[in-house]
């Protein structure tokens, strides 16, 4: 497999897009849990599990685009 340096910079680029949208994606669920009225501490892991779950997702997602090209 020949990888140029092109095709790494936007690998790279993609991993920073999917690490701000997951990070946004966590925030977001936990301050919705925090309005909610869950406590700090719940709102931490729910953000948390939300941010571990859209990891998983968006890098089986680029893993699967990147196999079929």
Known sequence: ???SST??????LLLGV???FCTLVGAAAGLLARID????VTALLRGAVAFAGSVTLS???LTFVLAAL
């Open 1 to 3: 497999m020949n990888t």
């Open 7 to 12: 095709h790494l910079i936007l690998l790279a």
């Open 18 to 20: 999917i690490g701000l």
């Open 37 to 40: 009225g869950a406590t700090y």
């Open 59 to 61: 890098l089986a997602l």
